[in-house]
């Protein structure tokens, strides 16, 4: 079966702009996560979604939301982009309440200059 | 605070060279530990999970054993192949995730 999908795969941005990734998770698949890695700071956890109501949330700032379609896809959004927030941005899906275990996507590779 | 982390950060072993990787935790509310491995440019894939203490579980070369404190990644006879970074996550209470920062390991021929 699919496997988790993001697109773009890479995106140039500049600084100020704003930028919205996406995320299709495993068919059946009802939780979706992101996350930003980058080399410093590792994977650091940004939200997760199930059935369209954020569930949880990491400690980013308001310029990072997300939303979760009725499909189960998802979008994650960054306004007013800086330098710093240029990284890979992961999501993974999974199976939902009690069923551990998340499937990666490729990420985003986002840059901003 | 909550806390995963993983030692060392990198490792460089001879092909066949066996080794063992670390992930120690202090959580609250523990109810998984995973493993993943992850290639340059590509997203983490699963290895394994991990439940409860003196839990084991092997895939080919590799083997991955749970303590109350740490788990550890144990790489039998590596091959280039095997070359990656090496990620550990827990999952607690509220099915929050934290993943430590990965050993990046290079098996040469």
């Known amino acids: 079966k699919a496997g988790v999908t993001q697109t773009p795969r890479y995106l140039i941005k500049t600084r100020g702009q704003q930028v919205t990734l996406s995320c299709s998770p495993i068919s059946g698949h009802r939780s979706v996560s992101w996350y930003q890695q980058t080399p410093g700071q590792g994977l650091q956890f940004l939200f997760e979604y199930f059935s369209e109501t954020q569930r949880n949330k990491g400690n980013f700032p308001g310029r990072f939301s997300g939303r979760q379609f009725s499909n189960s896809r998802s979008e994650m959004n960054v306004s007013t982009l800086e330098l710093g927030d240029s990284a890979l941005y992961l999501c993974?899906?999974?199976?939902?309440?009690?069923?551990?275990?998340?499937?990666f996507g490729s990420g985003t590779r986002l840059t901003v200059v | 605070e909550d806390q995963v982390t993983q030692s060392p950060e990198a490792l460089r072993l001879q092909e066949g060279e066996s080794s063992s990787l670390n992930c120690s935790y202090t959580?609250?509310?523990?109810?998984?530990l995973f493993w993943y491995r992850q290639d340059p440019g590509k997203g983490p894939e699963f290895l394994f999970t991990l439940y409860s203490a003196g839990e084991e579980k092997e895939k080919e070369r590799l083997k991955a054993t749970l303590t109350k404190k740490e788990s550890f990644l144990h790489i039998t006879a590596p091959k280039p192949e095997d070359s990656a970074t090496y990620l550990c996550?827990?999952?607690?209470?509220?099915?929050?995730?934290?993943f430590g920062t990965g050993t990046s390991l290079t098996v040469i021929p």
């Open positions: 993974a899906s999974s199976g939902g309440r009690g069923s551990y275990g998340y499937t």
């Open positions: 996550a827990v999952v607690v209470t509220g099915n929050q995730f934290y």
């Open positions: 959580v609250s509310g523990l109810r998984g």
